[in-house]
């Protein structure tokens, strides 16, 4: 993701509308693009066979853990990775890998990033990808197995914005994706001296949406995708 006039707009998982286009659906990856998104966010888990599960939570709706589920046992509007990227082709995808050590599912051996990147490798059509997670050991694992393959780090708080800028970068990291609070034109600069793109989420206010713009961030993450395209067709 380079820096040019406006941000890079991200659909946070897909364009969703709760009931017509639900969150991390295709219904909600397709809108995304219609309304002319540049990027989509979308989150992966794995199963319980080694597949994956787009979903944000660890849980479904109805309570089951993902990971104890086998892939054909999600109900038929979670999608895999596979079906995720071809409903997204033309648009580039950020993949965030969820793998906290405070999550129900959490995985140290980091094996989802390996899923991950055989999946952005087999897919058909070939989509451009960004893998972020606030575990650095699973993005580090991504970078390990696939260097060319952009990845980036999730934050929340910043107590030291330098020392997360510095340990990115250093550990060959593509972006900071911070959240919205934290970010200011100061960090923007930091991350940008170390050769790292700042993609903001999740950033739905108009006036915040023209003044990270100003601060020349790289993308922002938003739950309304289609407002800020208005906003930067008008400015």
Same mark, same amino acid.
């Given at each position: 993701m380079s820096n040019r006039r406006n941000p890079l707009i991200i659909a946070h998982r897909g364009a969703a509308v709760p009931?017509?286009?639900? %969150?991390?659906?295709?219904?909600?990856?397709?809108?995304?693009r219609s309304v002319a998104a540049d990027w989509v966010e979308l989150d992966v888990r794995r199963t319980a066979d080694g597949a994956t599960a787009i979903h944000h939570d660890a849980?479904? *709706?109805?309570?089951?853990?993902?990971?104890?589920? %086998?892939?054909?046992?999600?109900p038929p509007h979670v999608p895999d990775l596979a079906q995720a990227l071809a409903a997204c082709a033309g648009m580039g995808v950020n993949i965030e890998i969820k793998n906290l050590a405070i999550d129900p599912d959490y995985d140290p051996t980091q094996a989802l990033s390996q899923v991950v990147v055989d999946a952005v490798y087999r897919a058909d059509p070939p989509v451009s990808v960004l893998v972020s997670s606030f575990d650095i050991d699973a993005i580090d694992r991504v970078h390990d197995l696939a260097p060319s393959l952009p990845t980036a780090l999730l934050t929340f708080g910043l107590d030291d914005p330098t020392a997360v800028v510095d340990e990115c970068a250093s550990r060959g990291?593509?972006?900071?994706?911070?959240?919205?609070?934290?970010?200011?034109? *100061?960090?923007?600069a930091a991350a940008h001296a170390r050769g790292l793109a700042v993609n903001v989420w999740t950033v739905d206010r108009p006036d915040r949406i023209v003044a990270l713009a100003a601060m020349g961030v790289d993308a922002i993450c938003t739950n309304v995708p289609d407002l800020a395209r208005r906003i930067f067709e008008t400015s």
């Amino acid at each position: 993701m380079s820096n040019r006039r406006n941000p890079l707009i991200i659909a946070h998982r897909g364009a969703a509308v709760p009931v017509s286009h639900p %969150e991390n659906t295709i219904a909600a990856f397709r809108r995304a693009r219609s309304v002319a998104a540049d990027w989509v966010e979308l989150d992966v888990r794995r199963t319980a066979d080694g597949a994956t599960a787009i979903h944000h939570d660890a849980h479904l *709706a109805d309570g089951r853990l993902i990971v104890t589920l %086998e892939r054909k046992a999600l109900p038929p509007h979670v999608p895999d990775l596979a079906q995720a990227l071809a409903a997204c082709a033309g648009m580039g995808v950020n993949i965030e890998i969820k793998n906290l050590a405070i999550d129900p599912d959490y995985d140290p051996t980091q094996a989802l990033s390996q899923v991950v990147v055989d999946a952005v490798y087999r897919a058909d059509p070939p989509v451009s990808v960004l893998v972020s997670s606030f575990d650095i050991d699973a993005i580090d694992r991504v970078h390990d197995l696939a260097p060319s393959l952009p990845t980036a780090l999730l934050t929340f708080g910043l107590d030291d914005p330098t020392a997360v800028v510095d340990e990115c970068a250093s550990r060959g990291h593509r972006a900071l994706h911070p959240y919205d609070p934290t970010v200011d034109a *100061a960090l923007v600069a930091a991350a940008h001296a170390r050769g790292l793109a700042v993609n903001v989420w999740t950033v739905d206010r108009p006036d915040r949406i023209v003044a990270l713009a100003a601060m020349g961030v790289d993308a922002i993450c938003t739950n309304v995708p289609d407002l800020a395209r208005r906003i930067f067709e008008t400015s």
